[in-house]
């Protein structure tokens, strides 16, 4: 049964203080915990705990017999516990077992613990939910020759080696809720270094890896300190602990994890050198470095009161590393990849059976709700404040939310309030974008008025019934528009605000407008419907916000492809557009201006996102079109192709900065067209040049969409170099599922038995099952074989690890929007699934809602 947040009661005991000690082993550690508990509200105390063996639990020093407690598969409940007490226990568990990933579990030689949501109740009894909020002393003890490094949470009062065996002892003076603390157990190397905060504070930074790895973290430490100086800069926000400790793990279920003063993260988010990882590598090793650290502050000195709750650490947190990320990198760039991003994950989910609110009412497995609607959408969501108070009151209201819930559990409506308290705009209609789920559609009318020189713009919003809400009401809505010339120059500029379902803006002007820009930098995640194709390319050459430009070309390219698979459906063949050719050139010619924008703007709009515009979605007919449009483009500019190739081709290949990812970008942009065009001796000759991993990969994904001797030697040459660096052959792996070849099915249906395959590791599993899922035509051939390949996986994930398990059945969600016979053949294998004996809760959740 459904848990709710209308339900939500506070914790019967608060917990002041926890002493852990821990007797680590892989197969058998111990555990023994001292809570120090007061009563907080009515009711008796329970304790969750899942898979412990209970040795042992005494209340104020007194052993309880077995008629003192209950103990079930999930909790521990003690009757008669007084309002001041202290609670002893003691439980076996077996990390080694442990292949959920969530609690404290073994990877490669090292122990680690991962738990948020609820992985603490995996290493001891512990009312584990966020608003208890304790101070932590952290005992360790372990063999000294397998865990020699032995890391907690906060500030290290001791360690030593006694008889063999390594103790450390570890104190966190900040009251943090259970699924930020942190172990780890291990034999692991650093890269140290130091940051003074700007009130004197020095600190000791260590990033832990394996050996051998302790060259790879220099990006890493580098994104570190830049992320702490820009948190006290933008926010005022310092570093509160003495030392700060990263430490890399290869079996991680997610990116990263912000546990206090000791992050644990995947090492894919950790090492970056050119050799071995993409430019696109090291920007998300910034990103999710930034993001943690940031967390330290929206997340950890304040957290979430009840998981509902999620989006106001996560969303935040984004929104934060977004932020950060603009001004390491281009602004505009990044705002593009974001949206991007936003509309191919965000977008869709939202229009399917699984869409949920940025704060849900109801869950059945928490860990179904890290999606992007809690994480993207919700930083649209605070993104949105920004822009309708200002920068300087969002300012401060960030300000008065951190003074008001320092050390407290949360909710989004403590976050709203102090934005509310800071600005006169009434944002009382805000909170729906909370409550509701879905993508407003906006529709527009303009009139121009000669006689009274008044143009007046009309806005409609929209928002389709989604899962359990058929009624949504209108939202406040942020519209940032420009009113252009028939130039292109802007005669005016403003935010508007709409509140209702249909609402005019009236505006005196000199002259009639020749265009009007509306949505600029996205200022609110909705869908703008009705530009005709005249007005986007207006816009595509000169809106004079970047965002906005790029977007009319991502729109006019939508309209003429989807045009053109509806003339393929019908037997006609394919006729490049001109407009979209001249669009191209243009961005071609003005590419030296700003690379990396032009690389974003060569980019045709994805398979998917045609996909999501049409009412039967047509895989075949979308991935034909978008090719034959891609070869077209690359013939009919190839002059201007290669001369782009040519001239973006001195960026060195240890550089990474952003001009010099700018300009790979733009180049293997290029070498996608000039593969189409003319074949794979372009990407041949580069695989072979190739100075770093961007160059080398881009080339071996051109090489591995044509099935021949040179594909093989490529992909046998990567693997023969990469074969022993796990995030590289990751790569290996994903690049073939990927491929728009005509064998990639049985090619990924090899791959899923191959000897490097290991289902144990969330990445190796991802790079082959989450590329395919996102390889559109491959995956739903309409032999149904992709679906059959993925539910497969999901029933042999399920019992071993089912958080992965259930994420990939989000790829079968949309199967309402396929033909009859791929609805049918996606649904048998939900159904399937859902035949499954003891499936997990996570996996039965997604499947039962996808098909509902
Ligand atoms: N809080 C972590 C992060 O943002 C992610 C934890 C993911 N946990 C999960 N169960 N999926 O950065
Ligand atoms: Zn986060």
């Known amino acids: 049964n459904p848990v709710n947040l209308a339900d939500y009661r506070a914790p019967a005991y608060q917990v002041e203080h926890v002493a852990l000690d821990f007797e680590l082993a892989p197969e058998a550690t111990i555990v023994k915990a001292r809570l120090q508990l007061r009563r907080n509200a009515p009711g008796p105390l329970k304790l969750d705990g899942r898979k412990l063996e209970l040795l042992s639990v005494s209340l104020n ?14 909790s521990l409940t003690i009757q008669d516990v007084p309002d001041q007490a202290v609670l002893e226990t003691s439980v076996r568990i077996n990390p080694a077992a442990n292949s959920e990933l969530s609690g404290l579990y073994t990877s490669g030689s090292g122990l680690f613990t991962q738990c948020e949501p609820e992985g603490f109740r995996k290493v001891t009894f512990f009312p584990d939910r966020p608003d208890v909020m304790a101070r932590y002393r952290v005992r360790m003890r372990a063999d000294a020759a397998k865990f020699p490094i032995l890391l907690s949470n906060g500030n290290k009062l001791s360690s ?3 008889n063999g065996i390594a103790h450390a002892e570890w104190e966190d003076p900040h009251p943090k809720p259970s699924y930020l603390f942190a172990l780890v157990a291990a034999d692991l190397v650093s890269l140290k270094d130091e940051f003074t905060t700007r009130s004197g504070r020095k600190v000791d930074l260590g990033i832990w890896v394996e050996r051998g790895d302790e060259a790879r973290c220099a990006h890493a430490m580098g994104a570190l300190k830049r992320s702490m100086k820009w948190d006290e800069d933008i926010f005022g926000l310092e570093y509160d602990l003495d030392i700060f400790n990263i430490a890399a793990v290869s079996d991680f279920n997610a990116g990263a994890m912000e546990n206090k003063g000791l992050n644990i993260f995947n090492t894919a988010y950790v090492l970056a050198d050119a050799n071995s990882a993409t430019d696109m590598d090291f920007q998300n090793v910034e990103r999710v470095i930034a993001h943690e650290y940031f967390h330290n502050w929206t997340g950890d000195r304040v957290t979430c009161r009840d998981w509902f709750q999620l989006s106001l650490k996560e969303g935040l947190t984004v929104f934060r590393d977004q932020e950060y990320m603009s001004d390491q990198f281009s602004a505009a760039v990044k705002r593009i990849a974001d949206v991007r991003l936003l509309r191919a994950t965000q977008f869709r989910d939202d229009a399917g059976p699984l869409a949920h609110p940025v ?3 109801s869950y059945l497995e928490i860990n179904n709700f890290y999606t992007t609607t809690i994480y993207e959408k919700g930083a649209e969501v605070v993104r949105m404040y920004r822009t309708i108070i200002g920068r300087e009151a969002f300012r401060r209201g960030m300000e008065a939310y951190i003074a008001k819930n320092d050390n407290a559990a949360a909710t989004v409506e403590d976050f709203w309030a102090a934005m509310q308290s ?6 009382k209609q805000f909170m729906l974008w909370y409550e509701q789920a879905g993508t407003p559609e906006i529709t527009f009318d303009e009139s121009w008025d000669d006689a009274a020189q008044t143009f007046t713009l009309t806005l409609r919003q929209r928002t389709a019934p989604t899962p359990g809400q058929p009624e949504k009401q209108p939202l406040l809505i942020p519209v940032a528009i420009g009113l252009l010339n028939q130039t292109g120059e802007e005669i005016h500029a403003e935010t508007l605000l709409l509140r209702e379902t249909e609402q005019s803006f009236t505006f005196k002007l000199p002259q009639k407008p020749g265009a009007v820009s509306l949505f600029r930098h996205f200022s609110a995640p909705v869908k703008l419907k009705g530009q005709s194709r005249a007005r986007l390319a207006f816009l595509a050459a000169h809106d004079s916000d970047l965002f906005n430009r790029w977007d009319a070309l991502q729109q006019y390219a939508s309209a003429v492809l989807l045009d053109s698979v509806a003339t393929h459906q019908i037997g006609q063949p394919f006729t490049l557009d001109e407009g979209l050719k001249d669009a191209i050139a243009a961005t071609l010619r003005d590419a030296t201006r700003d690379p990396a924008f032009a690389a974003e703007a060569l980019i045709l709009p994805m398979e998917s996102l045609l996909a999501d515009d049409m009412t039967v979605v047509d895989p075949d007919a979308i991935h034909l079109v978008r090719e034959a449009a891609r070869k077209a483009l690359g013939q009919a500019l190839s002059a201007e192709f290669h001369a782009v190739y040519e001239q973006f081709a001195n960026a060195a290949p240890d550089d990474v900065s952003g001009p010099a990812m700018g300009a790979r970008a733009l180049r293997n ?8 065009a003319e074949g794979p001796a372009f990407a041949a000759a580069q695989f072979t040049a190739a100075g770093n991993m961007t160059e080398k990969l881009a080339a071996l994904t051109n090489l591995v969409d044509e099935p021949g001797p040179a594909r093989e030697s490529a992909l046998h040459a990567f693997y023969t170099e990469w074969e022993h660096n796990r995030l590289v052959l990751d790569k290996w792996f994903s690049v073939q599922a990927r491929s728009n070849a005509s064998d990639t099915l049985t090619r990924v249906q090899a791959l899923a038995s191959h000897a490097a395959m290991d289902l144990r590791n969330p990445n190796r599993v991802r790079a082959l099952i989450g590329a395919f ?6 995956f739903h051939d309409k032999s149904g074989a992709g679906y059959k390949l993925l539910a497969d996986f999901v029933l042999r994930l399920d019992e071993t690890n089912p958080q992965i398990a259930a994420r990939f059945v989000t ?3 949309l199967w309402r929007r396929f033909d009859t016979k791929r609805q049918g053949l996606m649904k048998a294998e939900l ?3 859902l035949a499954r004996e003891q499936l997990s809760r996570n996996t039965y959740e997604l499947a039962s809602k996808a098909l509902a």
Request: no cysteine; glycine share 8%.
């Open 61 to 74: 020093g007194e052993p309880l017999g077995d008629n003192r407690y209950t103990l079930d598969e999930d």
């Open 160 to 162: 030593g080696v006694e």
């Open 359 to 361: 704060r849900p009412a």
């Open 422 to 427: 800071i600005t006169d705009i009434d944002l």
């Open 669 to 676: 942009a290029a070498l996608s067209y000039l593969t189409a």
């Open 773 to 778: 899922t996102a390889n559109p035509w491959k």
């Open 811 to 813: 790829a079968l969600g």
């Open 831 to 833: 159904e399937r699934i």
